[in-house]
């Protein structure tokens, strides 16, 4: 009854249709009386006014529904709670567009939204597991699926994300599978190595890892390098060097197998890289692709150079095998050539095992201890020389090359680079065997392509270091190399993109070819072009370098010296890249060569660096020591470190890399140098010779800075300090006198 | 900013070419001028960072920007 009075107004037609609908879910619906089973039309009111409209039908027609009535009735009378309960459950029952629309809505909706994230998440899920499964096992085909179905299932950001997964997944599997499948891991490097891993992801992906170990970074320079590294296998491959290096190293340096000749020398370019730890390995893989042609060639002089070290082919040569049947051999190959081109054939060997290593170099990056594998590396003397220093002078030098390269990730890296670009120049120059010469070569294309290779997406630590070292060294080997080895870094070092660098590097590294040229001895060659920093570690490196060459030619060093040098370049690189970084301005011009080449080199390798620092090179170095900084006539012109960094970090809110410095030393310098002239320019315009507020604040104005609208003081007031805004705005200070008036 | 920027003026007279002075006035001013040279910096190296997904200012964004930043506060 009550119901029925408060019953809102309703449409017959709704009415009807309700009550229609009601009667026969109603009947349906014994307990619940009042099945309010409505169409989407009626609205939760209207459900009620319907169940009522409803019970009233059901009164006047049903009487033998007594009972349902009367349930009705007493459900009816709870009220409209009781109906909207009713409705509610009806609405439940009944489609969604019914009672309660809000509630139904929501789980509808929820539902639609859960079912899209689920999706999406298994498409993930899958490509993980996908990955993780190629992975576990290892092989070049599974690793090429998994990294296929990422790729195809996870979007590019899916893809990232899933990508760290697989890097910790990736990371874990290396390590339980690293010592099981040394040889299927090559093989499924090479795979991951052919690639072409796009320029992002290694540089998300450096990021990530930046933190990773040297040898893991130079890993994945090493896939850069092959251009297809998907990112995952790089991750795997970072992760692989970094702790597999001694096991890779050896067996893809040994590679004794000469088959591929183009995948060996990706291979070894590979494995220098890895070894080497330049991040530029990337750039090398690029600037390996197109010289794969050369790399062929060389690969097949290497092979029989590396033919000496059968141990270790022996070892990489199954790896090799891996690698060249899975990844693309090719792009391995070309990878390597350079860098074989720059060791001069005698390790062919290595070269192969490096391309068999490609996926093991990064695992095994670096570890001197791993001067076997240098040995393959050899046959990459250029690129090996710098970074295996002291493990390879070990090895034979043809031996050692490779393994040093591979040892120190990131100097090799970056020497491989140089190498490659210069081995593509001189497939035939196999004569430059002599590594030293190759590393001075490589230390000319180095600069470049360190320079290029950054900016092609390498993350910051990894190919600063590597740049740093790659600078290094290719200033180093730029005299060395000479003309060959000199054109095709420089077109190694074009394709490596990164213009401003290019233009940095080429400059960098034809001033040190250009010193390093004239000076007899390979190793002579190779202290001076580094900044007097290195020169105890040239020093050093002449000592193993004539002890193990006898043919250093400024061309190209032999292999061994290569390695040996390149050790000892490493490490000096190292030790420069710290003193230079903190030493002031290099008066020297290589020094200062050197400095911009620091600017792109992250922090230098501390690590290494004090082993090297002991070292004491009896031979004089071409050129004398300079002082740090510029002599008392010279005048400093920095800002100090810390007040710089400081200030930097302030205004960028976020966190900053202490590899900025550098770069933004650099960049102040030259901004200094500009406002100091247009200050000067303003100040002599006014016929002035003081500099005076004026003048700076016109060029606020010109700068754009300063407008209509913006008056300086406002910028006085945001940036400056206290006492330097009392300087320049007058304050209204109360420091009134009262002086009384005199009263005549 | 809460430090003094040591030496601006040496730097300054340095690298200007004729003998010209600085007067501590517009020493401040130099001193503005770098910190806002440096702000519009850091800003830029930050957006550049963000742009490939990473929270760290590194050295290779630092370099991306600077060649811009640098042509912009020509006057």
Redesign the interface.
């Known amino acids: 009854m009550n119901i029925l009075q408060t019953e809102p107004v309703m449409t017959p037609l709704a009415h009807g249709r309700a009550a229609s609908e009601g009667r026969q879910p109603s009947s349906a619906n014994s307990s619940k009386g009042c099945s309010i089973e409505l169409s989407g039309l009626d609205l939760p009111d209207l459900t009620i006014g319907a169940a009522s409209t409803q019970k009233r039908l059901f009164r006047k027609r049903h009487l033998t529904f007594d009972i349902s009535a009367f349930e009705k009735r007493l459900d009816a009378g709870a009220d409209h709670v009781d109906e909207n309960e009713e409705s509610e459950q009806s609405s439940l029952t009944l489609s969604s567009p019914t009672l309660k629309t809000p509630f139904v809505e929501v789980r509808t909706e929820k539902r639609g939204l859960q079912r899209r994230a689920l999706q999406r998440r298994r498409i993930s899920e899958t490509g993980f597991d996908a990955a993780v499964d190629g992975w576990s096992m290892e092989g070049e085909t599974g690793r090429g699926q998994t990294e296929q179905s990422l790729s195809k299932t996870t979007s590019s950001e899916g893809f990232?994300l899933g990508l760290s997964k697989l890097s910790d997944s990736d990371i874990t599997s290396e390590i339980i599978h690293r010592h099981t499948a040394l040889c299927a891991q090559p093989g499924a490097m090479t795979d991951n190595l052919s690639i072409v891993a796009t320029r992002?992801k290694p540089?998300?992906r450096v990021?990530e890892e930046d933190q990773m170990e040297e040898d893991q970074m130079e890993e994945d320079q090493m896939e850069e390098d092959q251009m297809e590294v998907d990112q995952m296998e790089v991750e795997q491959m970072e992760v692989e060097l970094g702790k597999d290096k001694s096991v890779y190293a050896f067996p893809t340096e040994g590679g004794a197998e000469p088959q591929n000749g183009s995948l060996t020398a990706s291979k070894s370019q590979t494995e220098e890289e890895k070894h080497t730890g330049d991040h530029q390995m990337k750039d090398n893989a690029t600037v390996a692709e197109e010289e794969t042609g050369v790399a062929e060639s060389l690969d097949t002089v290497r092979e029989d150079a590396a033919n000496t070290e059968e141990e270790e082919n022996n070892v990489e040569a199954p790896t090799e095998l891996e690698g060249e049947a899975d990844s693309q051999n090719e792009e391995n190959a070309a990878v390597r050539s350079p860098s074989e081109e720059e060791e001069a054939a005698a390790e062919s060997q290595t070269e192969e095992e490096q391309d068999g290593v490609d996926s093991q170099v990064e695992e095994d990056v670096v570890p001197d201890t791993q001067t076997e594998e240098q040995d393959g590396v050899d046959s990459e003397p250029e690129e090996v020389a710098e970074a295996v220093s002291q493990s390879e002078e070990e090895d034979v030098a043809p031996d050692s090359q490779e393994a040093a390269v591979d040892i120190e990730p990131e100097e090799d890296s970056a020497k491989s680079q140089s190498e490659e670009e210069e081995e593509t120049a001189d497939d035939q120059s196999e004569q430059e065997v002599p590594a030293e010469e190759v590393e001075d070569d490589l230390a000319d294309s180095q600069p470049e392509d360190k320079h290029d290779g950054?900016?092609e997406g390498?993350?910051?630590?990894q190919?600063?270091e590597q740049e740093e070292r790659d600078l290094e060294h290719t200033s180093r080997r730029a005299p060395r190399s000479e003309g060959p080895l000199v054109v095709p870094v420089t077109e190694a070092a074009g394709d490596l993109d990164d213009a401003?660098?290019e233009g940095w590097s080429d400059g960098k590294s034809k001033a040190p070819s250009s010193l390093h040229m004239e000076s007899p001895e390979t190793h002579a060659s190779y202290t001076d072009a580094d900044p007097g920093a290195d020169n105890e570690n040239s020093f050093h490196f002449l000592e193993l370098a004539n002890d193990t060459k006898d043919r250093l030619l400024n061309d190209k060093s032999p292999e061994e010296a290569a390695e040996e040098e390149e050790e000892v370049e490493e490490e000096e690189e190292e030790e420069e890249e710290e003193e230079e970084d903190s030493d002031a301005i290099p008066s020297k011009t290589p020094a200062f060569v050197r400095q911009k080449m620091n600017?792109?080199q992250?922090k230098p390798q501390n690590i290494q660096a004090s082993s090297k620092t002991g070292e004491a090179i009896p031979v004089p170095k071409p050129k004398p020591v300079r002082k740090k900084g510029k002599g008392p006539a010279k005048?400093?012109?920095?800002?100090?470190k810390r007040?710089l960094m400081?200030?930097?970090k302030?205004?960028?809110?976020?966190?900053?890399?202490p590899?900025?410095y550098?770069?933004?030393r650099?960049?102040?310098d030259?901004?200094?140098?500009?406002?100091?002239?247009?200050?000067?320019t303003y100040?002599?315009h006014a016929k002035r010779?003081?500099?005076?507020?004026e003048?700076?604040?016109l060029?606020?104005r010109?700068?754009?800075?300063v407008t209509d609208t913006v008056p300086v003081e406002v910028?006085?007031e945001k940036?400056?300090?206290m006492e330097?805004r009392k300087?320049?705005i007058p304050i209204a200070t109360s420091g009134n006198v009262v002086i009384p008036k005199k009263w005549l | 900013?809460?430090?003094?920027?040591?030496?601006?003026k040496?730097?300054?007279?340095?690298?200007?070419?004729?003998?010209?002075?600085?007067?501590?006035?517009?020493e401040?001013?130099?001193?503005?001028?770098?910190?806002?040279?440096?702000?519009n910096?850091?800003?830029e190296?930050?957006a550049k960072?963000f742009e490939?997904?990473?929270?760290?200012?590194?050295?290779?964004?630092?370099?991306?920007v600077?060649?811009k930043?640098?042509k912009?506060?020509?006057?």
């Open positions: 990232t992002d540089t998300v990021e950054k900016p390498e993350d910051a630590e190919p600063s401003t660098e600017f792109f992250p005048k400093q012109t920095e800002l100090p007040y400081d200030v930097f302030h205004f960028a809110k976020t966190k900053v890399s590899d900025v550098p770069v933004l650099d960049i102040m030259k901004y200094f140098d500009r406002l100091a002239e247009d200050l000067e100040a002599l010779k003081t500099i005076e507020v003048d700076a604040v060029l606020l010109r700068q754009g800075h910028l006085i940036y400056l300090r330097q300087l320049l | 900013m809460l430090k003094k920027a040591p030496k601006l040496s730097i300054i007279t340095t690298k200007a070419k004729t003998n010209i002075n600085v007067r501590p006035t517009s401040a001013m130099i001193e503005l001028l770098t910190l806002m040279f440096l702000s910096l850091a800003e190296a930050k960072a490939e997904k990473s929270a760290t200012i590194r050295a290779h964004h630092l370099k991306a600077s060649k930043m640098l912009k506060a020509k006057g």
